[in-house]
């Protein structure tokens, strides 16, 4: 594949987070809700595949073709926006403000939101056909995951929202990690291969994904879940949101930028022995360091 140095496509990720900001209201919310929908659908099928299969990692490794799908057709999950969109204003690029953000962020939250919603019915209503029998072992399965955990954290009171603080987290260091590993290849083939492994991880190590929650509960409760919206608020979709958020910017955006855009002044090095300034040279092809001296 062709590979892209981190100082090219560290750059293009900010150039991305501006581009997001003076997006339309129409088009921003359109590439969420199908976002949002197309990471539901994908949700279905590992869940559907692991309760067949008996194995939760052929459902992790098949997963991740739904966010390869979303990703290959720019559509926008909150998770991404998160890591890029900040990096614009960090930046300081015309017109990128706080509200700006925060406006990206609304609109593509109702978006996702939107999306998945609007699976969860569909799925909910072609397995009972009509709301006329149960939905069998996949919306039994569902519903077993959405008192999980909402409940399941819930009992653990304070350290059970940030355990599932702290997993959000977890989960968008790595979904980040499959966003702009795809921006180091210029080949479709080398974007899929650069996805695969970040998303495996974090779906089949049980880590927490605020646009698959966005269908995981809704669909829980249609089916019958033990909990109630706010419950689901509270003790889901709000940490996991937030750790979202930590995880995407902090550990994936703010390293990156830091690091490739904002680097420091390389070191100037002396040799201890006559004191003769040794130019430090950086490449995979240059010495650790060169001697600076007249003859």
Same mark, same amino acid.
């Given at each position: 594949?062709?590979?892209?140095?981190?100082?090219?496509?560290?750059?293009?990720?900010?150039?991305?987070?501006?581009?997001?900001?003076? %997006? #339309?209201?129409?088009? &921003?919310?359109?590439?969420?809700?199908?976002? !949002? *929908? =197309?990471? @539901?659908?994908?949700?279905?099928?590992?869940?559907?595949?692991?309760?067949?299969?008996?194995?939760?990692?052929?459902?992790?490794?098949?997963?991740?073709?739904?966010?390869?799908?979303?990703?290959?057709?720019?559509?926008?999950?909150?998770?991404?926006?998160?890591?890029?969109?900040?990096?614009?204003?960090?930046?300081?690029?015309?017109?990128?403000?706080?509200?700006?953000?925060?406006?990206?962020?609304?609109?593509?939250?109702?978006?996702?939101?939107?999306?998945?919603?609007?699976?969860?019915?569909? %799925? #909910?209503?072609?397995? &009972?056909?009509?709301?006329?029998?149960?939905? !069998? *072992? =996949?919306? @039994?399965?569902?519903?077993?995951?959405?008192?999980?955990?909402?409940?399941?954290?819930?009992?653990?009171?304070?350290?059970?929202?940030?355990?599932?603080?702290?997993?959000?987290?977890?989960?968008?260091?790595?979904?980040?990690?499959?966003?702009?590993?795809?921006?180091?290849?210029?080949?479709?083939?080398?974007?899929?291969?650069?996805?695969?492994?970040?998303?495996?991880?974090?779906?089949?190590?049980?880590?927490?994904?605020?646009?698959?929650?966005?269908?995981?509960?809704?669909?829980?409760?249609? %089916?019958?879940?033990?909990? &109630?919206?706010?419950?689901?608020?509270?003790?889901?979709?709000?940490?996991?949101?937030?750790?979202?958020?930590?995880?995407?910017?902090?550990?994936?955006?703010?390293?990156?930028?830091?690091?490739?855009?904002?680097?420091?002044?390389?070191?100037?090095?002396?040799?201890?022995?006559?004191?003769?300034?040794?130019?430090?040279?950086?490449?995979?092809?240059?010495?650790?360091?060169?001697?600076?001296?007249?003859?």
């Amino acid at each position: 594949m062709s590979y892209l140095e981190p100082s090219e496509f560290v750059t293009k990720m900010v150039d991305q987070g501006e581009s997001k900001v003076y %997006m #339309s209201a129409k088009d &921003t919310l359109i590439r969420a809700f199908m976002a !949002g *929908a =197309i990471l @539901a659908l994908a949700a279905v099928f590992a869940i559907t595949v692991a309760t067949k299969t008996g194995s939760p990692l052929v459902g992790a490794v098949l997963f991740p073709v739904g966010f390869i799908m979303l990703y290959l057709m720019k559509f926008d999950l909150l998770t991404g926006v998160f890591t890029l969109v900040p990096l614009a204003l960090l930046d300081k690029r015309p017109g990128v403000t706080v509200g700006q953000v925060l406006r990206n962020w609304g609109l593509v939250f109702v978006g996702n939101f939107a999306g998945a919603l609007s699976v969860a019915f569909m %799925m #909910s209503f072609i397995l &009972t056909y009509g709301y006329n029998t149960d939905g !069998g *072992a =996949i919306a @039994a399965k569902v519903s077993h995951i959405g008192e999980a955990r909402t409940l399941g954290y819930k009992a653990f009171g304070v350290e059970g929202w940030f355990t599932i603080f702290i997993r959000g987290m977890l989960c968008n260091w790595m979904v980040s990690m499959g966003v702009v590993g795809a921006m180091i290849s210029s080949s479709a083939t080398g974007k899929m291969a650069a996805m695969w492994m970040p998303i495996m991880l974090f779906f089949f190590m049980g880590f927490e994904h605020s646009i698959v929650n966005m269908f995981l509960f809704p669909f829980s409760m249609i %089916m019958g879940g033990g909990f &109630t919206f706010m419950e689901y608020i509270i003790w889901n979709e709000l940490p996991t949101a937030l750790g979202n958020l930590v995880g995407g910017f902090v550990f994936v955006g703010l390293p990156l930028y830091f690091t490739h855009v904002r680097t420091s002044p390389e070191r100037i090095l002396k040799d201890h022995r006559d004191q003769v300034p040794l130019a430090v040279e950086s490449g995979d092809d240059a010495p650790s360091a060169t001697l600076k001296a007249s003859v």
